[in-house]
């Protein structure tokens, strides 16, 4: 009995030894298993989703701009992008289980899409350490899921915003346009992106190795929308400016031409129109001549349309009265080598008569006998020689030159509109503030509920003395093209010689007209710049009042503003007489 009791028992010590360490590595596996799916479970969740769970953004809708009327001038369409993992599908050589590869991925993607095998494939290899990469941008949604019904490896879709302008080309210099990536790259697009752009959100989603969405996580940000954006401009009154400058462009085979209508009493952009434009929704042949704003950024001597405005500095002087008289004779004005002269020598005339005559000897006559700043301060409250302020990209200020000592040839020539610089819209607020009994408003690209405050800069009664002397240059003089059937108009004309590399051309023009109606009671103020007309025609009176008057009439029909003629003149319309030019007459 002893002897057998020794015999087994090292063998039942070694059975406990085993099951003790069996047991013992079961305790550690078991615990092992607690700890990481319990106690370390977020730490594994968190892994696995790093390698499966994407994270993407969600585009905002880009706010839309919109004309006074609420037409819509920029929208913004959803689309789809495609999308590829150049990374994923390059790992399928190392899963035999899918039994499929690269380029047989890459030989179906490229039927799908419409592209070459060799330009795809090469696109692929270029990519292929990276795990994004754009393949069609902003196509629509059935060419979008034709792709997508391949399957392909790596190839996912995400929504895109295309920006579409229904106005093309009629407002392309006003609202400009965005990239691809949705920036605004002109006009309002990007004078005011910021606002226009909203704020982006973002969402994760689970994916597997084709790039097909499994699962949503959840959104982790909303996106929000940016804001709309409400015009001045006249939607209609922008198509008139627009047809009748292009059609005036093409008459005279100028070179360019802008034209710009402001509110009155509110300072509010009507409208404003360039040429030549071009179409926001198709740039593939855009040049860079056809981006200009030219209302805004262009610069010309604005000549004999910036007598009306000597003409109110002598009447504030207190020198002269609407009566006096100006002796223009012999008809020209000698400083040295230097020589201003008239059309022909009109002796003595007042001042309504140096309007319609645009008399450059006599305006030179009246600056020359006021103080020499006078006429540099009546042009600088005006306005002249300082942005408009509507916060376009690019806006000129303009040139009012400035001396200590001027010489008197310099203060002649200011007094016709030379030796300084303009942009359209700088001289349509000019005229604008004529037209509002001389009180200077801000003007705005923006919807106006409230007129901002201004400014008085020209006496009420003087602006409105030279507003009816300005209806005797389209009643009599040089304007008479710029007639309205039914509408007293009041204007003046410009007929400038363009600068060259050398001093003055002889053989080119700007030509200018600039005007308010109804005149009784001016709501609108216009101003036509036609650049370098070709034709036999080039005066102001001839190739620029014409468009005023089609436009301006259109304008004032379209927003109810009653005629102010009386009734046995309104079918009146004159024809425009032409008289001979010649070196250095303003009208």
Not at 500 to 529: C, H, T
């Amino acid at each position: 009995m002893n002897i057998e009791n020794r015999v087994h028992t090292p063998g039942k010590w070694r059975f406990r030894f085993v099951y003790g360490i069996a047991l013992l590595l079961f305790l550690v596996a078991g615990g092992r298993l607690f700890y990481l799916t319990v106690v370390d479970k977020a730490f594994l969740q968190n892994q696995g989703e790093i390698r499966a769970v994407r994270t993407e953004s969600i585009p905002a809708t880009r706010g839309m701009i919109l004309d006074r009327r609420g037409e819509p001038l920029a929208v913004s369409t959803p689309t789809w992008t495609i999308i590829a993992n150049p990374k994923a599908l390059w790992k399928i050589q190392r899963d035999p289980s899918l039994n499929i590869g690269p380029e047989q991925e890459i030989k179906r993607l490229a039927g799908v899409m419409g592209v070459g095998r060799a330009w795809l494939q090469e696109k692929f290899e270029a990519n292929k350490s990276r795990s994004f990469m754009y393949l069609k941008r902003q196509i629509p949604p059935n060419e979008a899921d034709a792709i997508m019904a391949a399957n392909v490896v790596g190839v996912s879709k995400t929504k895109e915003y295309k920006r579409y302008y229904p106005a093309a080309e009629v407002a392309s210099h006003v609202v400009g346009f965005t990239n691809i990536d949705d920036k605004g790259q002109e006009g309002i697009e990007l004078a005011y992106d910021q606002a226009l752009e909203g704020q982006p959100g973002r969402r994760s989603y689970v994916k597997d190795l084709r790039g097909n969405i499994i699962r949503g996580v959840g959104v982790e940000e909303a996106e929000h929308p940016g804001e709309n954006i409400e015009l001045s401009i006249d939607l209609r009154l922008q198509y008139l400016a627009y047809r009748e400058l292009k059609a005036a462009v093409t008459e005279h085979r100028a070179t360019s031409a802008s034209a710009v209508i402001l509110d009155v009493k509110t300072g509010e952009i009507l409208a404003m129109v360039n040429q030549p434009s071009y179409n926001p929704n198709d740039r593939s042949k855009l040049e860079y001549e056809e981006l200009r704003n030219r209302a805004v950024i262009d610069l010309f001597e604005p000549g004999s349309t910036m007598k009306p405005f000597t003409i109110s500095a002598a009447l504030m002087s207190g020198q002269y009265t609407t009566e006096t008289t100006i002796d223009t004779s012999p008809g020209y004005l000698r400083f040295g080598r230097f020589t201003i002269r008239d059309a022909a020598n009109y002796g003595v005339i007042d001042f309504e008569k140096l309007l319609i005559k645009s008399s450059n000897v006599g305006a030179s006559k009246i600056a020359l006998s006021l103080p020499q700043d006078a006429i540099w301060n009546m042009d600088y409250e005006l306005g002249i020689g300082s942005q408009v302020g509507i916060g376009f990209p690019g806006e000129a200020s303009g040139v009012l030159p400035s001396h200590p000592k001027w010489h008197p040839s310099e203060i002649a020539t200011l007094a016709y509109g030379y030796g300084l610089s303009v942009s359209t819209l700088q001289l349509a607020q000019a005229y604008m503030t004529l037209a509002n009994g001389g009180y200077r408003v801000p003007v705005t690209i923006f919807k106006q509920d409230i007129p901002a405050d201004g400014k008085q800069v020209i006496p009420h009664k003087i602006a409105q003395d030279v507003i009816k002397m300005m209806e005797s240059v389209v009643q009599r003089g040089s304007g008479k093209a710029a007639q309205i059937p039914g509408y007293r108009v009041a204007g003046k004309t410009g007929t400038v010689h363009k600068v060259g590399s050398k001093g003055y051309e002889y053989d080119q023009y700007i030509a200018l007209f600039a005007g308010v109606a109804p005149a009784s009671n001016p709501r609108l103020a216009m101003v036509v710049m036609i650049n370098d007309p070709k034709g036999r025609e080039y005066y102001g009176g001839e190739v620029a009042a014409p468009v005023f008057s089609r436009v301006m009439e259109g304008a004032l029909t379209t927003l109810n503003i009653y005629p102010d003629l009386p009734e046995g003149l309104r079918e009146v319309r004159l024809e425009p007489k032409k008289v001979p030019y010649q070196v250095v007459q303003g009208g």
